[in-house]
Structure formats: structure tokens, C-alpha cells
């Protein structure tokens, strides 16, 4: 069965420091979102990519966020510089195509930042 | 989105079948109900969806309320790797995001 990739599944960093995360979504998926979920809540989403054109980054921190999907597969996610706030589980999903009626989405096993 | 209310946790004995309610009283006519539910660390599964009808698939059934205001996810013989945050989701049609809420933590137990 096709999975969405994360990687690394975990980072530790100091803070200022930058930080990137990387998802592949599954094949053929033309919409990819990224998520946050700090501990005990509910994961919020982030950015959302259709093909590799941003349609949603209205709760992406742009001042130190930043998310790319150059060619429409791939997506890497990049905080610069990091904050002790930033710790948290991120998470990447992916779906076939939003606009359809039922639009399932399918998540990554996450990357999980920690900030020091 | 429409808001739902989930109890914020449950137990159920190993082999037994869990009920997991989710009301969502404001529910409009183009919103789907959505379950996922996130293992320890590990990312939300999908688990299923309707609309009106009732739907069943080889992880669980989704029994809605005629009046669409509540439903319930049946896991039928509960196992210890169901132990996990179940999260109820109304989304509209073609809707872009998913709104999560807090989710009921669901425990099986031996």
C-alpha cells in the first residue's frame, strides 16, 4: 500500500537555529498539506500545496516558515530560525485532488522537533 | 466547519465492541463526517466518511443519525493495537482542510 515519506522522523535542534523537513507524498497525489500538532491537540494545518502552487499558507508564520514543492512532487518544509515554540509533531498529508466531493487524505508517520 | 463534541476519553474491553459517539448538532447539508484516529506518535489514519448513510468498511462502521445531528463509530471486536485519539471531522464538500478537535482518547483494555 502507498505511504506517504517523512523525513527525518525526528530532529533536535538549538534555537536560531534552521531546520528542514522533507515529505513525499503518495504517488499521483496532486495535493499535499503540512500540519503542526504540538502535544495533547489536534494537528492544525499549516500550508497546502496544489500541484506545486501554494492555495492555503494563511496560518504559515511566514516570518520564519517557509514551504516549497518546486516541481509538484516532493515538499520540504523550513523554519529559520528555530524557536522553543516550534516544538512540535509536523505533519505531512497528501490527496488526489482537492475540489473532488470526498477528498480523502492520507498522513506521513510525521517528524517530530524537538527545540532546546 | 462545524463544530463537533467528542467525549474526551473511553474504555472498552479487548474483544468487545467500541462505540465512539460525535455530535455535531450544526451539521449542514454538504458536510461530510470524517473519523481518523492517531496512534501514539504515530501520524492520523484515515478510518472512513459518509454523508447521510450509514458505511462500513474492514476497520469499522459509521452509523449517522437520520436527522445527521450525531454519529457513532463502531469498532466491532475491539483490539489492544486500537488503543488511540479517535477524531471526529465535519468537512464540507470539496472542502480544503481538515479542522480537528481535541478527539476522544479510547483505551482497550486486556
Known amino acids: 500500500e502507498a505511504e506517504v515519506a517523512q523525513s527525518p522522523r525526528y530532529k533536535i535542534t538549538e534555537k536560531s537555529q534552521a531546520v528542514a523537513f522533507w515529505c513525499d507524498p503518495i504517488s499521483g497525489h496532486a495535493t499535499l498539506y503540512w500540519y503542526r500538532q504540538i502535544l495533547g491537540q489536534g494537528p492544525e494545518l499549516l500550508v497546502q500545496f496544489q500541484d506545486e502552487s501554494v492555495v492555503d499558507d494563511s496560518q504559515l508564520p511566514k516570518d520564519r516558515f517557509s514551504a516549497e514543492r518546486l516541481k509538484g512532487v516532493d515538499s520540504t518544509l523550513k523554519i529559520q530560525p528555530a524557536e522553543l515554540g516550534d516544538s512540535a509533531m509536523y505533519l505531512c498529508?497528501?490527496?488526489?485532488?482537492?475540489?473532488?466531493?470526498?477528498?480523502?487524505?492520507?498522513f506521513g508517520p510525521g517528524t517530530r522537533l524537538t527545540v532546546l | 466547519d462545524a463544530k463537533t463534541t467528542q467525549p474526551p476519553s473511553m474504555d472498552c474491553a479487548e474483544g468487545r465492541a467500541a462505540n465512539l459517539p460525535c455530535n455535531h448538532s450544526?451539521?449542514?447539508?454538504?458536510?461530510?463526517v470524517y473519523w481518523y484516529r492517531q496512534i501514539h506518535s504515530q501520524g492520523p489514519q484515515y478510518i472512513i466518511h459518509?454523508?447521510?448513510n450509514n458505511e462500513t468498511n474492514e476497520m469499522a462502521s459509521l452509523i449517522i443519525t437520520e436527522d445527521r445531528k450525531s454519529s457513532t463509530l463502531i469498532l466491532p471486536h475491539a483490539t489492544l493495537r486500537d488503543t488511540a485519539v479517535y477524531y471526529c471531522i465535519a468537512r464540507p464538500t470539496g472542502a480544503q482542510k481538515l479542522v480537528f478537535g481535541q478527539g476522544t482518547r479510547l483505551t482497550i483494555n486486556p
Open positions: 450544526t451539521i449542514s447539508g454538504n458536510e461530510y
Open positions: 459518509g454523508l447521510k
Open positions: 498529508a497528501s490527496s488526489p485532488s482537492a475540489g473532488l466531493r470526498t477528498d480523502t487524505q492520507y
